[in-house]
């Protein structure tokens, strides 16, 4: 299905990006990204961004080029980089007259029923007063054990809980492939029937400077998400300015029928 189509027939989007996407050499896709929660806020959508990107942020201010193994770094990193991250998403914003407003969710929160409704209705009043959510893992509090690992789940559980009708996760590569897409055979995947046999693909978890996951965490953020009757949109995060009117290449994951 055209994501044009897809993103038609929604109201209520969530777009997730990794860290790698817009820090770096990539910094610059952070306003691309808000340009698209601006046109969809323009169609009468609901958007909510789901952002890693506070420890990259953070890393070359003070020096490191690479990540720390060290929990107390990493959470101090968190810290610094989040303040960081919003303010550039805040500058961004201001562009489109809009203004962000900073979710942090740890997965206890969203495993307690409690605060679960909590964080809900923080999110559905900051869309009903025109704000867009961004949110992340509140890396600054959070443990080796006890942990959403990557924001792919993340924006999952978020898009579960919200009653999302869509979630794009945004990634490196196009969609989904038979194999690694650097292999000469792989073969784009462009539909992924709900409950459909994915035993043929080779799919693996891999982590690039800051970022976790891989296809692998994307894929099962997506399982999780249209078990949940979220339909799922997988492409490259170079692709954000032509999802509306359909025309890049992308993975459509159908959503499981909500009851």
Known sequence: MKSSKVIAESTRIIIKVGSSSITGANEAQLDRIVDLAAELRSAGKEVLIVSSGAIATAAPIL????????????????????????????KSLARHELMPGQILLTVENLDSEITASNA????????????????????????????????????????KITQADLLILLSDIDG???????????????????????????????????????????????????????????????????????????TWFEPAIKA
Do not use: W
């Open 63 to 90: 020096g490191l080029t690479v990540k720390s193994d060290d929990l107390p770094t990493s959470q101090a990193l968190a810290s610094i980089g989040q303040a960081k991250l919003m303010s550039r998403y805040e």
């Open 120 to 159: 809900l209705r923080a999110l559905d009043r900051l869309l009903e007063i025109g704000v867009i959510p961004i949110i992340n893992e509140n890396d600054s509090v959070a443990t080796h054990e006890i942990r959403f690992g990557d924001n792919d789940q993340l924006a999952a559980r978020v898009a």
């Open 176 to 250: 989904l492939y038979s194999k690694p897409p650097q292999q000469p055979d792989a073969v784009h995947i462009p539909v992924v029937p709900y409950g459909g046999d994915l035993d043929h693909v080779e799919v693996s978890g891999t982590s690039t400077g800051y970022g976790t996951g891989g296809a692998l965490t994307k894929l099962a953020a997506a399982q999780l998400a249209t078990a949940g009757g979220v339909g799922v949109i997988l492409t490259a995060t170079e692709n954000v300015g032509d999802l509306v009117d359909g025309s890049c290449k992308h």
